[in-house]
């Protein structure tokens, strides 16, 4: 088995999962674990407040935890005042005696896990899968696994929000600017998210809407902001963008992005940034109060149709300037507009309710994605192949949470389901 990190041996300890049957300190004097303590997720001692009786002695106090007692002085904590209360020194293997400033040893134990921790946590290591709990996931109880999923969605929206919190502040609590912001990131999707981002700060909500009823200057103000507009033109329509947008530029003493930010490859040509910007200009130009419009509908299709738009005629025959295509509307599929809702809609409604207290704005944030089929992508695919059924938004967005903020980081010991998965005792190699 690979030697085991002091993670898991924090877990072991946090969560009884070590054998605890006579026990003793590596000097033989009996042992009782009466309290594991606090574990401390900041710099100092590992457990905070735990009690243990050694001999006949009751002590309290803090707990430190590492894979050999050596560690103790090759992290320095001789010289840290904040180790001078550790009552207990709990190691995988005791390899010298420690001492604290005024000589006193400290007592040690070495932790022995259970063997069903060993082998689950040896077959988590061991895992070269998708995720690392993909040999163990079907052994999962579903009533458990639909509950820790609420829990994902819970902490997902919890730590949108709260970058939403930081961003509404920033823009002083303009909900409108907000929404502006996110959802022409959203537009963006994964590949373009950036220059999306950078493209809503370079370009404030106040310019566009004072020129929403011409949609020829809101595309002008658009392309050109993302550095769309450059070099010669090629063609009557760039010609007209481009005076347009030197105009504004100047009016508004804009800055353009840098326009080779913008990615294409491996992209279909209906999401190519010109097509995505000229449905946003064209979102623009038709909404108004668009986010206020949003918090008066009652059902998911009511948000759907304010979003649905299409692009200008030009845009119907091209997918970059000059180059003539084959004549199709393009206008925001439901994919796209469900996407949208996903990713901007809901996490500010949520945030709106949470700020004003209404709760029932924030349920309703919550039905949308009980609504919304699930996303198309690769993600949810090898979910799929794990055996993992996902009906709905709801579910698809718990478990992007679980792969992106977990399974990607290796955090299976900081993970509910991870914790599920070591504790179980009737989990076997069923390779």
């Known amino acids: 088995m690979k030697s085991m990190n002091e993670s898991l041996l924090q877990y072991a300890w946090q969560c009884k999962h070590f054998k605890m049957t006579q ?12 309290d594991v303590g606090q574990l401390n997720k900041d710099a100092g001692p590992d457990f905070f ?17 590492h894979l050999s007692a050596s560690d103790w002085y090759r992290h320095h904590h001789e010289n840290d005042l904040r180790y001078d209360s550790i009552i207990l020194h709990v190691v995988e293997k005791s390899d010298m005696r ?12 070495e932790i022995e896990l259970v063997d069903s921790v060993k082998r689950n946590y040896e ?35 919890h730590r949108k929000s709260r970058e939403l919190v930081t961003l509404l502040e920033s823009n002083k609590n303009d909900w409108s600017s907000t929404f502006y912001l996110i959802l022409l990131k959203s537009f963006g999707m994964h590949t373009n998210a950036l220059p999306f981002e950078l493209l809503a700060k370079s370009l404030p909500l106040r310019v566009l809407a004072k020129h929403k009823n011409n949609l020829m ?34 009016k508004f003493e804009l800055t353009p ?19 995505k910007l000229a449905q946003f200009a064209a979102l623009i130009h038709m909404s108004d109060h668009l986010f206020s419009r949003i918090m008066e509908c009652n059902s998911k299709e009511q948000i759907q149709k304010l979003f649905q738009c299409k692009t200008s005629t030009y845009w119907e025959s091209h997918y970059k300037f000059s180059k003539e295509s084959v004549h199709r509307t393009k206008h925001l599929d439901d994919g796209t507009i469900n996407t949208l809702i996903i990713n901007a809609v809901v996490p500010l409604l949520y945030i709106y309710g949470e700020k004003h ?20 992508n690769n993600l949810i695919t090898k979910w799929r192949e794990l055996g993992q059924e996902v009906c709905n938004a709801y579910q698809s967005q718990a478990l992007i949470e679980l792969k ?18 070591l504790s179980n005792k009737k989990t076997r190699d069923d390779r």
């Open 23 to 34: 026990i003793q300190t590596v000097d033989g004097i009996p042992l009782e674990v009466i």
């Open 49 to 65: 407040n735990a009690k243990v009786k050694i001999g006949t002695t009751m002590w309290a106090g803090n707990i430190e935890i």
């Open 98 to 109: 420690i001492y604290r400033k005024n000589g006193e040893v400290i007592p040690q134990m």
């Open 123 to 157: 077959l988590l290591s061991q895992t070269n899968g998708w995720i690392r709990c993909s040999l163990l996931w079907k052994n999962i109880d579903r009533d458990y696994l639909s509950f820790q999923l609420t829990r994902m969605i819970c902490e997902r929206i």
């Open 217 to 250: 200057e809101v595309e002008a103000l658009l392309l050109g902001q993302a550095g769309l507009l450059h070099g010669d033109p090629q063609d009557e329509y760039e010609t007209g963008l481009r005076k347009h947008y030197d105009y504004l530029r100047k």
């Open 257 to 275: 992005i840098d326009g080779t930010l913008w990615k294409y490859s491996k992209m279909r040509p209906s999401n190519f940034p010109h097509i």
């Open 357 to 376: 207290e209404n709760e029932q704005m924030q349920e309703k944030s919550m039905r949308l994605l009980e609504e919304i089929p699930a996303e198309k």
């Open 404 to 421: 992106r903020q977990y399974c990607d980081l290796n955090k299976c010991l900081c993970c509910s389901i991870g914790h599920h998965l």
